[in-house]
């Protein structure tokens, strides 16, 4: 039996299937690929940030790789709106649905107010972030995106995190451009002005906004995944109608 494709690209924290404990079960229903985009691995070194690399990484999940068909649905979350947008802007033929959880998408709201105002928190950090050690960078960032405390990696693979946090360029410098023509869902958690004035403006371009428990991580929350399957399985039955 034929499975649509669902492409899953994870923000700048846990990648992998990790990054999406509540949608395994999604591989019932779909073709099911939880990427890992450019510089994440769980052994080799992290990777500075490569916007058009992990651009493509999603178009080639896309392709048709011997399963009959090419294309299907993208859910993305923070950093990982950046590839999805930029891979639909490429090729929107490829992508049936966009759903985008907190899309960190700085570069499309950067005269808006709570974008202008991150930005002037958080670009002194990123300015100097080759000049500090990976544990002060990764204190310094929570202190500053989330208001909290990080606690110091104590493992090999806390310590990569670090690193890998490090490492990640401002999304605001991603050349991003309004997709046209893909049904788009915009998830946030409403905790923070900055992913809701980016929803707004996806809003207001023709993307459907809906608001879940979980913060920053509303897709963790069982009414966050309903919306995600639910917005799927509807562009899916459209896809349907249209063919029949």
Known sequence: MFKQRV???HGAGSFGSAAWPRQHGMALQYDALFL?????????EPLETDF??????VLRSLADDGRGAAGGHIVAHSQ????AMMAAVERPDLVFSLALVEPACLSLTA???ATAAHRALMEPLFEVRHQLGDDDYEREFVRRAFAAEATGPSTPEAKRAARRLRLQAPP?????????????????GGWEP????????????????????GGHRP????EGDQLIRSFIAEVSRGQQLQAS
């Open 7 to 9: 492409v899953f690209v």
């Open 36 to 44: 890992r985009r450019h510089g994440f691995d769980a052994e080799a």
């Open 52 to 57: 058009a690399e992990d651009a493509r990484i």
């Open 80 to 83: 990982g709106a950046i590839a």
């Open 111 to 113: 005269e808006l107010p």
């Open 172 to 188: 605001w410098q991603a050349p991003l451009e309004i997709v046209p023509g893909v049904p788009t869902l915009v998830l946030t």
């Open 194 to 213: 900055l992913y809701e004035e980016i929803a707004g403006y996806l809003q207001e371009t023709g993307a459907r906004h809906r608001i879940a428990p």
């Open 219 to 222: 897709q963790d929350s069982a």
